[in-house]
């Protein structure tokens, strides 16, 4: 079965398109590729892409983009009204129309659909930082009035404004980091708030290693500034390691990392795959006592680093 359309664009002349529909015998739906002519007559007079939803027009038939939208009360070319175009949010859609996302420039370069973009937007894993991680870090809330900050600049971010630790690892480099816990007997003295502690770069990604001390248990786990794609490509693993009972105990663990925004996604039994979970004991097994700090304090180190699928890969 197929369909025709047509269709006058400013005083152009008509315009015949055939639109084929699903063929009912073999159950097999083909589709025309969008005629370039009806794609560009839609594309957005500002952005010059594919119209994103909720496609505008004005009262003379010029095209913006819902996103473009968003910023002007007139008609870039004739300063005429702009209203909601139903022509063309029904074009859009039976022609699947797609474009860039308007994050494009910060890494979502995957076409996604005109229709859903504002949909997209709202999970697109390139977005700006609605909320910084430590915008609530005692004692200096340093960041509440900053936000929202670009998806490119929250690494910079957690670094100037916080103090947190940068470092640019390479295959086969570890990191570390430790942690000093006063314990009361068997367990954590106290519960902490959620923390970033440091930035790494590795195979030109950005990863971030988290930590949280909820009282009962440490959790540690790394989420990478990107889509959950890139993110799957990386295992982190971390070791922990002491001298018990006359000999060096080492214990390694290995979890996937994380998009940074896929971590609040799971639930509290998934957490317990995707975080390397720390009970108080370790703390006490696997320390040492220090000096200079008071008797119930704990230190500890925390080697890891961060693996691509690529050097797993036997050669
Ligand atoms: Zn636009
Ligand atoms: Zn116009
Ligand atoms: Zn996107
Ligand atoms: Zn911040």
């Known amino acids: ?87 063309a949010e029904r074009l859009s859609r039976q022609l699947d129309l797609t474009c860039n996302c308007p994050n494009f420039y910060t890494g979502c370069v995957s076409p996604i659909a005109a229709a859903y973009v504002k949909d997209h937007l709202a999970n697109c894993y390139y977005r700006d930082m609605m909320t910084c991680a430590l915008s609530r870090q005692e004692p200096l809330h340093r960041c509440g009035d900053k936000i929202p900050i670009g998806f490119r600049d929250y690494s910079e971010h957690l670094q100037t404004a916080h103090g947190v630790e940068f470092v640019e690892i390479f295959d086969g480099e570890w990191t570390s980091r430790d942690y000093f816990c006063p314990m009361d007997g068997d367990e954590f003295e106290a519960a902490e708030a959620p923390s970033i502690d440091k930035v790494i770069k590795k195979n030109n990604q950005t990863f971030f290693f988290h930590s949280h001390n909820d009282g009962e248990q440490y959790r540690f786990w790394v989420t990478m500034l990107g889509n959950d794609k890139e993110a799957e490509k990386f295992t982190f693993q971390l070791k922990i390691s002491g001298e018990i009972d006359a000999s060096r105990k080492v214990e390694q663990y290995s979890i996937p ?6 971590y609040s996604k799971s639930t509290e039994g998934e957490l317990a795959t995707k975080c390397v979970l720390i009970p108080p004991s370790h703390f006490a097994l696997f320390g040492a006592k220090r000096d200079s700090y008071p008797n119930n304090y704990f230190f500890l180190r925390f080697d890891f680093t961060l693996q691509s699928q690529q050097t797993r890969l036997p050669v």
């Not at 839609?42 to 009262?59: G, M, N, T, V, W």
Request: glycine share 6%; hydrophobic share 40%; with cysteine.
């Open 1 to 87: 079965m197929s369909r025709t359309v047509v269709y006058n664009f400013e005083r152009r002349k008509n315009v015949v398109i055939a639109v084929h529909c699903g063929n009912k015998l073999g159950n097999k739906k083909s589709y025309a590729p969008p005629p370039a002519v009806l794609r560009g007559a839609l594309e957005c007079i500002i952005c010059l892409d594919a119209p994103a939803s909720p496609i505008h027009r004005c009262e003379n038939g010029h095209i913006t983009c819902g996103i473009c939208a968003e910023n002007v009360a007139l008609c870039g070319i004739c300063r005429t009204r702009l209203q909601v175009s139903v022509l």
């Open 257 to 262: 990392v994380l998009a940074y925004y896929d």
